[in-house]
Each structure stands twice: as structure tokens, then as C-alpha cells.
């Protein structure tokens, strides 16, 4: 009995630390509030964080793409969105004016060094993580396609589900 108990617990450690929790990094907003992004969440809802630069342009795509459809996903899912700037300090002062002409309404952050970019396995941007409403790592995507915004929220609608 206490050995299968223990093989049980075991295993049960096992798959919750299979879920990555997001790393420990520290962001900046637009107006240079510091923000730490294992503390990024939304109140228990699923959220997705968007890597971008003022200068990618299937970055700018995407986030454009989905901003015509954010409220109808807010209003069904309740889900959060994050655009993370991987802009470096000299272009930093672009990033709002982007934000501002394109009427982007995410929590925009800024990771000038990429840290956390680089610390979520991201090689190449648009990079996009879905995080589910315990703050564990969902799923991963790099590269945006035309319509790849409805698989991001296919993906939240299957973490509300479960």
C-alpha cells in the first residue's frame, strides 16, 4: 500500500513539474514600470503572450490580425493578451507610436534584451506562448501565417474546457 501510495505521489510530482511555470524576468511597460513576468497573469483565466518588434513585419500582422478580433475573444473567453517588444533600447521610443497608430488595446511590455524571449525557447520572432489560468506553459509557436490567430484561440478555448 505505501509503495504504490509513493509510486502515486511520485508520478504526481512528476507531471506537475512537467508543466513549466513562466521564468523569472524582469520587464518594463511603455511608461518604464518594472514588471515581473512569472507574476504576469489573468485572475485564474487562460493568456497568451505575443512576442514582437516594431520592425517585424509578420509580427505586426499578427497582432493586428487579432486585434480585430479581441473583444469577441475577450467577451467569450475572458482570455489576456500580452505583446512583449524585443525592440533594444535605441528603438524603444517606437514601440508606443506602433502601439498608438495600430490601436493595439494588449498590455504591452517591453524585454529589450530578449530575456525572457530567449528564456521561453524562442529563436525567432512572432514567437507566441499560450499560458493556461494556473500560469503553466500551454503550448509554443514561432512564424505567423494568415489565420494562425484562430489556432491561438482553439487553443484557449481547450484550456477552458478541461
Known amino acids: 500500500m505505501m509503495k504504490k501510495l509513493f509510486v502515486t505521489l511520485t508520478a504526481l510530482v512528476m507531471a506537475l513539474m512537467a508543466q513549466a511555470q513562466l521564468p523569472a524576468v524582469?520587464?518594463?511597460?511603455?511608461?518604464?514600470?518594472?514588471?515581473?513576468?512569472?507574476?504576469?497573469?489573468?485572475?485564474?483565466?487562460?493568456?497568451?503572450?505575443?512576442?514582437?518588434?516594431t520592425w517585424c513585419k509578420p509580427c505586426n500582422r499578427e497582432l493586428s490580425a487579432i486585434a480585430e478580433v479581441y473583444d469577441d475573444w475577450k467577451e467569450e473567453t475572458g482570455v489576456k493578451i500580452y505583446a512583449v517588444s524585443i525592440d533594444q533600447a535605441q528603438n524603444i521610443n517606437k514601440v508606443k507610436p506602433l502601439v498608438d497608430q495600430n490601436e493595439w488595446e494588449y498590455e504591452v511590455l517591453l524585454d529589450t534584451n530578449s530575456e525572457l524571449l530567449k528564456a521561453l525557447g524562442g529563436q525567432m520572432i512572432p514567437f507566441v506562448v499560450v499560458v493556461d489560468g494556473k500560469g503553466n506553459i500551454a503550448s509554443k509557436h514561432s512564424g505567423y501565417t494568415d489565420g494562425a490567430e484562430n489556432e491561438l484561440i482553439e487553443e484557449v478555448r481547450k484550456l477552458l474546457a478541461q
Open 26 to 53: 524582469t520587464l518594463k511597460t511603455i511608461d518604464g514600470t518594472t514588471v515581473q513576468s512569472e507574476t504576469l497573469n489573468n485572475d485564474g483565466k487562460p493568456f497568451i503572450i505575443d512576442f514582437f518588434a
